[in-house]
């Protein structure tokens, strides 16, 4: 039985290994979380967002994300989706993430929900910056401009 469950383990990792293999990881965003400026300052919510994401381009305008952080309510949070960014003014790009999230203890028992965030983004060769405008939603998700730096290991 323990053979049977590490195979299908390993075979579930292959593709991601071709796929690997393939893509030009020298591409793909690294981040350390976010930091939320709340917009309600007195809920006591927590700004510093640490967690672990990736941002993985496939054009000039879609890239794939995903992730996990600390949320603003002390909770932990995972996140999958799309930036879609077919905007470019001076060098910094604009558009929206569309996703979905968990975690959020207020809204549907933390469970999944998706997402529509504005985003503007700042790339250099190695860092960058990805800043959203999250929406406030009745007193279940709490509003906040939200910067996330990110890193690439780019030659």
């Given amino acids: 039985m323990k053979l049977l469950s590490t195979l299908a383990g390993a075979s579930l990792l292959l593709p991601g290994v071709a796929f690997a293999q393939v893509a030009d990881l ?3 965003w690294i981040n350390p979380g976010f930091y939320s400026l709340h917009f309600d300052r007195n809920k006591g919510l927590e700004d510093a967002n640490p967690g672990i994401g990736i941002e993985w381009p496939i054009d000039k305008t879609f890239s794939a994300t995903a992730g996990r952080f600390r949320n603003s309510d002390r909770e932990y949070s995972n996140y999958i989706g799309v930036y879609v960014m077919p905007f470019e003014f001076h060098g ?4 929206a993430v569309v996703g979905g999230f968990n975690g959020y203890p207020n809204y549907r028992e933390g469970g999944w929900f998706p997402a529509l965030i504005p985003v503007a983004a700042i790339e250099g060769t190695h860092w960058g910056l990805n800043v959203a405008i999250i929406p406030s939603y009745k007193d279940r998700l709490y509003g906040a401009i939200s910067f996330q730096l990110k890193y690439r290991f780019k030659e």
Avoid: P, R, Y
Wanted: no cysteine.
């Fill in 26 to 28: 020298s591409q793909v």
């Fill in 92 to 95: 910094v790009k604009l558009g």
